[in-house]
Nanobody
């Protein structure tokens, strides 16, 4: 079992930055990949970024590449999403998720999910 708790969401102006955190507990954190997804009102949940168990490999959606950075600190059991140059279209509930069997960009590949944190970007 893995428990995930996100934090760091909020309201920010376009062009601003936010850093999301996701604290994990339960199964050994360094043994599984992590991902960030988001869901805007009326839209399907979409992949944002993923990071391998070691942190050595990362993958991003084209819409956030060059603006967002995913990282992890296995000593602190935490994964981060640094979001820069935010746009109104980044407004969504952001979820972290754990993939205990591999890593990818499909939501159905992830076994455990946090409760989400709201990010709102004003124009």
């Amino acid at each position: 079992q893995v428990q995930l708790v996100e934090s760091g969401g909020g309201l920010v102006q376009a062009g601003g930055s936010l850093r999301l955190s996701c604290a994990a507990s339960g199964r050994t954190f360094s043994s599984y990949a992590m991902g960030w997804f988001r869901q805007a009102p009326g839209k399907e949940r979409e992949f944002v970024a993923a990071i391998s168990w070691s942190g050595g490999s990362t993958y991003y959606a084209d819409s956030v590449k060059g603006r967002f950075t995913i990282s992890r600190d296995n000593a602190k059991n935490t994964v981060y999403l640094q979001m820069n140059s935010l746009k109104p279209e980044d407004t969504a509930v952001y979820y972290c998720a754990a993939d205990t069997t591999g890593w990818g960009k499909g939501a159905n590949e992830y076994d455990y999910w946090g409760q989400g944190t709201q990010v709102t970007v004003s124009s």
